[in-house]
């Protein structure tokens, strides 16, 4: 998100919020305005990041904590394309270089690890605004590696605009490590520029839309001195003046023509106000001494008569509302008197349509049918009533054979468990018998009839044979 001077609490600490955990800033603006700034690997910084609100920042810090050499690296450095050393020493002097920045040196005051044979960094801007597609981002870095040994440092100038932005799908480090410009390639809108000067003139010419370099030097030289420390001590209002008068077009001959018929119409509206003025103070004369006087007297003379007529107006135009009310309530009483005869008639039309179309349906003549059968089942039913009535007396009569009839079953089954018990100590008996006879007892529990009868009538023989033997 970005801030506008009219921000409230709330946006403020959204603001601060969300560039504390890792957010990024949007544009506002349908021009260019410079969103945020950073470094990795430079000086005394791993990875550095600050957002500007509404185009502005405030660094607040301690002595030595690295306001002004992030202030350094990220503003004139990065707008002119120039590592010379009037853009890199914050206290305008021209006495430190900018790989003072990239290696550490042995200086015992300089609390970087002087060990390592290689070090890089990147400085980088990022601008924004509103375009016809949505947000536009315009970023601007510098690349530069130091080689112990090496004396030549060969900075990269480079420019990517588009919808790629720092930390989302630009990345400058690898954990504590910068990148190489190589690792960037196939980033859309991602330009490596072939030397500071061209960097500039594209910064120039798209950021601030200068057609010459002398209009952009101007406003760097500019920036130079105003950053510098005790600038009452060493400001130039002449120099100052002098490139304010330049910056601003030349006035026109027809300007100043204008101009002047201007003062000259100015004075004569003067000159038609002050004789307004006097003829106001000479009709308020008048009117103070002689209208008014006489207009209070025609009013006192005319006022009974204008009472009166205004009481008889304000009492008819009363009655005439009491009347217009009654009227429009019997109006409207009226109309719905009318609207429910109308219904009513409608009705009653509908209902008799509606008996007539009953009459002439089958429906009506089937139901006619209906109510002769329901007569003649009415009929059928007051039968079937009389012959239920003499269906239950015979039912009576018959309930009392059926309970004689149990009666006599009762006493044939004790009669036939009787009989039963008989049987079965006949068979019992004449088994026993069978046995002492020496014959096979299971012919009487078999009911073999037949073989007990001829094996008896054998006996019988055999006994007879026997007693005509013995004689």
């Not at 002398?214 to 002449?238: I, S, Y």
């Not at 003062?263 to 001494?289: C, S």
């Not at 107006?313 to 609207?339: D, F, H, I, K, P």
């Not at 089954?413 to 299971?442: K, V, W, Y």
């Amino acid at each position: 998100m970005t801030l506008s001077p009219e921000a409230t609490d709330a946006q403020l600490t959204a603001w601060r919020d969300s560039a504390a955990h890792g957010g990024l800033p949007s544009p506002v603006r349908s021009r260019w305005q410079v969103l945020r700034a950073g470094c990795v690997g430079l000086w005394e910084f791993d990875a550095a990041e600050y957002w500007f609100a509404d185009g502005r920042a405030q660094f607040v810090g301690a002595n030595q904590s690295g306001k002004s050499t992030l202030m350094a690296l990220t503003t004139l450095i990065m707008l002119s394309g120039s590592l010379d050393r009037q853009y890199i020493d914050t206290f305008g002097q021209s006495d430190k270089s900018f790989r003072y920045y990239v290696e550490p040196t042995d200086d015992a005051r300089d609390r970087r690890e002087a060990t390592g044979s290689t070090h890089r960094g990147w400085a980088w801007v990022e601008y924004g605004r509103l375009g016809e597609d949505g947000p536009e981002f315009f970023t601007t870095m510098l690349y530069a590696q130091a080689k112990r040994g090496v004396s030549q440092l060969d900075p990269v100038w480079i420019i990517c605009r588009g919808a790629v932005r720092v930390r989302d799908g630009l990345t400058l480090a690898v954990g504590s490590s910068a990148v190489e410009p190589k690792e960037l390639a196939g980033v859309a809108g991602l330009e490596v520029m072939r030397s500071g000067k061209r960097y500039a003139a594209r910064i120039a010419n798209d950021l601030f839309g200068f057609s010459d370099d002398d209009r952009f030097a101007t406003v760097l030289e500019m920036l130079k001195v105003l950053r510098t420390p005790h600038l009452g001590q060493k400001l130039n209002p002449d120099w100052f003046t002098e490139q304010i008068r330049m910056s601003l077009p030349a006035v026109a001959e027809s300007e100043v023509d204008k101009l002047a018929d201007g003062w000259q119409q100015l004075e004569q509206l003067g000159r038609d106000r002050d004789h307004a003025l006097a003829a106001r103070d000479a009709v308020g004369v008048y009117l103070a001494r002689a209208w008014r006087p006489w207009a209070d007297a025609l009013l006192r003379a005319r006022a009974d008569d204008l009472l009166a007529a205004d009481a008889g107006v304000t009492a008819a135009a009363s009655a005439a509302e009491t009347a217009e009310g009654a009227l429009a309530q019997a109006r409207a009483a009226l109309t719905a008197e009318t609207e429910r005869s109308d219904e009513l008639e409608a009705d009653v039309q509908r209902s008799r349509a509606a008996l007539t179309q009953l009459l002439r349906s089958a429906a009506y003549r089937d139901a006619t049918g209906r109510a002769q059968n329901a007569e003649r089942m009415r009929r059928d039913a007051a039968a079937a009533t009389v012959a239920e009535e003499t269906a239950r007396k015979n039912l009576a009569g018959t309930v009392v054979a059926l309970e004689a009839a149990g009666a006599a079953h009762s006493e044939a089954t004790g009669r036939f468990d009787s009989a039963r018990t008989a049987a079965s100590a006949a068979l019992s008996h004449a088994g026993a018998a069978l046995s002492a006879a020496g014959l096979a007892a299971q012919w009487a529990g078999e009911g073999d009839v037949d073989r007990i009868d001829a094996a008896v009538a054998a006996r019988r023989a055999q006994v007879t044979a026997l007693r005509k033997l013995t004689r």
